[in-house]
């Protein structure tokens, strides 16, 4: 297929590289609705029957597909380019969005736990991976600021979606008709949008090959020598460990944002200024805001500090702060509102700062499809987060505990973690050289023969053919 | 070199992309903003 052929997503030469972003936003502020799914929960409930625990099915299959499809389609977007990822996804997450106006219309529960779930979870995960390879390409200065402003984007979309989709749902009515109406409009709205992505997204040329080097020549640190394959990174002890590092402070922020209203309220519930439901929705308000600035503020200082030192800071001032609010949390409103306003913001930084510190380990070659793979350590977490919370939280209401002491045990959990965590982050080493790809061409810093987008075509090309003749062989068809 | 068209309608390619994502990403920023107001009403 010309248009989406790899070779025709190859910038021409001029190519603005401050166009890839916008690109990469395109799909990631619409892919990030799934944020918001929480406005569609109570008219869906009402208007089809259903409990609360069902409603939210579409949204937790979504979030399991997301890890899986990016772990599983992984090295076919890579092999294939960000054009086609965005366009799969684009087709995926908007058909998704049609599937539920169909159920929803039909009254068929089912039909949208399967069209949002399934298949839009199958986008949601193609178009979280698709732009960061990329990105990382065209800016090898500074790809922690690069993929910040991508996942930024994961975070704003949501801040979008809702307003918006609530908006929808008062105009056209919480009923069925309604409800479909809403989910048709998403899907043709967002179909428009993330076609800009398509269309806009871009590959680095030969010419910006030479740019490179010049962009590289103050920044020896920043250049990345050797390659890993996805297959061979797997095998490391460092996506292993970062795998834990991820798990852990992902597990962590969740921990905050999972009870944030209620908590704000229970801890200053005794004391002499407590704390309005209304004004904690505010608290909710200011923690994605520092969600989503962490995103782009630490990734990019990562640029300058370097990947483990800026986990050193999110899981080691993460934990001190757990620290403080466990002790002095209950005293001041200001304090246990900045503190919590720091842990989402290294919690969302995580997110953001992990595929460059993949691409230093591990270097460029298939950096999407080693990130699909750890993107399972987010789904563990999604699900081990607010099992800790929530279950801490039950127990202690029924043993009778109030306020702050509700939630003591979860903190002490969440700074176990997060200790757990900063000892992985520790003993990341760089990967044995056996592990690395015979030939790094366009990434030693040196002038290459080929361009980064033809060498990485080439690799995959020689990686497809031993693939096909291993499986020959295993058929017997093809003796070596 | 590129003529002064060519930069021209690259500029303004630039300028509409970041637009496109801009703005919807503004409007959530405000409402996210009135939201957060809340919190020192």
Same mark, same amino acid.
């Given at each position: 297929?010309?248009?989406?052929?790899?070779?025709?997503?190859?910038?021409?030469?001029?190519?603005?590289?401050?166009?890839?972003?916008?690109?990469?936003?395109?799909?990631?502020?619409?892919?990030?609705?799934?944020?918001?799914?929480?406005?569609?929960?109570?008219?869906?409930?009402?208007?089809?029957?259903?409990?609360?625990?069902?409603?939210?099915?579409?949204?937790?299959?979504?979030?399991?597909?997301?890890?899986?499809?990016?772990?599983?389609?992984?090295?076919?977007?890579?092999?294939?380019?960000?054009?086609?990822?965005?366009?799969?996804?684009?087709?995926?997450?908007?058909?998704?969005? +049609?599937?539920?106006?169909?159920?929803?219309?039909?009254?068929?529960?089912?039909?949208?736990?399967?069209?949002?779930?399934?298949?839009?979870?199958?986008? +949601?995960?193609?178009?979280?991976?698709?732009?960061?390879?990329?990105?990382?390409?065209?800016?090898?200065?500074?790809?922690?600021?690069?993929?910040?402003?991508?996942?930024?984007?994961?975070?704003?979309?949501?801040? !979008?979606?809702?307003?918006?989709? #609530?908006?929808?749902?008062?105009?056209?009515?919480?009923?069925?008709?309604?409800?479909?109406?809403?989910? /048709?409009?998403?899907?043709?709205?967002?179909?428009?949008?993330?076609?800009?992505?398509?269309?806009?997204?871009?590959?680095?040329?030969?010419?910006?090959?030479?740019?490179?080097?010049?962009? +590289?020549?103050?920044?020896?640190?920043?250049?990345?020598?050797?390659?890993?394959?996805?297959?061979?990174?797997?095998?490391?002890?460092?996506?292993?460990?970062?795998?834990?590092?991820?798990?852990?402070?992902?597990?962590?922020?969740?921990?905050?944002?999972?009870?944030?209203?209620?908590? /704000?309220?229970?801890?200053?519930?005794?004391?002499?200024?407590?704390?309005?439901?209304?004004?904690? #929705?505010?608290?909710?308000?200011?923690?994605?805001?520092?969600?989503?600035?962490?995103?782009?503020?630490?990734?990019?200082?990562?640029?300058?500090?370097?990947?483990?030192?800026?986990?050193?800071?999110?899981?080691?001032?993460?934990? /001190?702060?757990?620290?403080?609010?466990?002790?002095?949390?209950?005293?001041?409103?200001?304090?246990?509102?900045?503190?919590?306003?720091?842990?989402?913001?290294?919690?969302?930084?995580?997110?953001?700062?992990?595929?460059?510190?993949?691409?230093?380990?591990?270097?460029?070659?298939?950096?999407?499809?080693?990130?699909?793979?750890?993107?399972?350590?987010?789904?563990?977490?999604?699900?081990?987060?607010?099992?800790?919370?929530?279950?801490?939280?039950?127990?202690?209401?029924?043993?009778?505990?109030?306020?702050?002491? /509700?939630?003591?045990?979860?903190?002490?959990?969440? !700074?176990?973690?997060?200790?757990?965590?900063?000892?992985?982050?520790?003993?990341?080493?760089?990967?044995?050289?056996?592990?690395?790809?015979?030939?790094?061409?366009?990434?030693?810093?040196?002038?290459?023969?080929?361009?980064?987008?033809?060498?990485?075509?080439?690799?995959?090309?020689?990686?497809?053919?031993?693939?096909?003749?291993?499986?020959?062989?295993?058929?017997?068809?093809?003796?070596? | 070199?590129?003529?002064?068209?060519?930069?021209?309608?690259?500029?303004?390619?630039?300028?509409?992309?970041?637009?496109?994502?801009?703005?919807?990403?503004?409007?959530?920023?405000?409402?996210?903003?009135?939201?957060?107001?809340?919190?020192?009403?």
């Amino acid at each position: 297929m010309g248009f989406l052929a790899r070779e025709r997503q190859v910038a021409p030469p001029g190519w603005n590289r401050w166009l890839v972003p916008p690109a990469a936003l395109a799909i990631h502020l619409s892919i990030g609705q799934a944020y918001a799914w929480s406005v569609f929960k109570t008219p869906l409930e009402k208007s089809l029957g259903i409990t609360g625990t069902q409603s939210a099915l579409p949204f937790q299959l979504g979030i399991v597909m997301l890890g899986l499809s990016a772990a599983v389609l992984g090295t076919t977007v890579e092999r294939r380019g960000p054009r086609w990822a965005m366009l799969m996804s684009l087709i995926a997450f908007c058909s998704g969005l +049609l599937i539920s106006a169909a159920g929803v219309w039909a009254g068929q529960y089912w039909v949208v736990v399967l069209g949002y779930g399934l298949v839009g979870g199958i986008g +949601l995960g193609i178009g979280y991976i698709s732009p960061v390879s990329t990105l990382i390409k065209w800016f090898p200065d500074r790809p922690g600021m690069a993929t910040g402003i991508a996942i930024m984007g994961f975070g704003g979309g949501a801040l !979008i979606a809702s307003p918006w989709s #609530t908006s929808m749902l008062t105009a056209f009515g919480a009923t069925t008709s309604g409800i479909g109406k809403a989910f /048709l409009v998403h899907g043709i709205a967002y179909a428009v949008f993330m076609s800009v992505g398509v269309l806009l997204i871009r590959l680095p040329s030969r010419e910006f090959t030479a740019e490179k080097v010049a962009l +590289l020549k103050d920044k020896p640190k920043a250049n990345v020598g050797f390659n890993v394959s996805a297959n061979n990174a797997i095998k490391t002890p460092q996506f292993w460990l970062l795998w834990v590092v991820l798990c852990f402070n992902v597990t962590a922020g969740i921990g905050i944002l999972e009870k944030a209203a209620p908590m /704000l309220v229970d801890f200053f519930k005794e004391s002499s200024t407590p704390v309005a439901a209304t004004a904690a #929705t505010g608290f909710v308000a200011l923690l994605s805001a520092a969600n989503m600035a962490g995103r782009f503020v630490w990734s990019s200082t990562s640029d300058i500090v370097g990947r483990k030192n800026i986990y050193r800071l999110y899981l080691g001032v993460g934990a /001190l702060l757990y620290l403080v609010l466990l002790t002095a949390g209950s005293t001041s409103t200001p304090l246990f509102v900045i503190a919590a306003m720091v842990i989402l913001s290294f919690y969302g930084a995580g997110f953001a700062t992990v595929p460059a510190y993949l691409r230093d380990l591990f270097g460029t070659y298939q950096v999407g499809a080693i990130h699909g793979r750890l993107l399972t350590a987010w789904s563990v977490a999604g699900v081990l987060g607010p099992l800790i919370v929530n279950a801490i939280a039950d127990a202690g209401k029924k043993a009778g505990h109030v306020g702050p002491d /509700l939630y003591a045990t979860s903190f002490y959990i969440m !700074i176990s973690l997060l200790v757990v965590g900063f000892v992985a982050n520790e003993l990341i080493r760089p990967v044995d050289p056996k592990f690395h790809e015979p030939e790094a061409a366009g990434e030693t810093g040196k002038p290459s023969p080929k361009p980064d987008d033809e060498a990485t075509v080439a690799k995959w090309n020689e990686a497809e053919a031993a693939e096909s003749a291993d499986k020959e062989d295993a058929e017997g068809v093809v003796k070596k | 070199m590129s003529s002064p068209q060519e930069s021209r309608s690259s500029t303004l390619l630039l300028a509409g992309a970041w637009l496109w994502v801009g703005l919807p990403l503004a409007y959530g920023l405000y409402r996210l903003f009135l939201n957060a107001a809340k919190l020192f009403v």
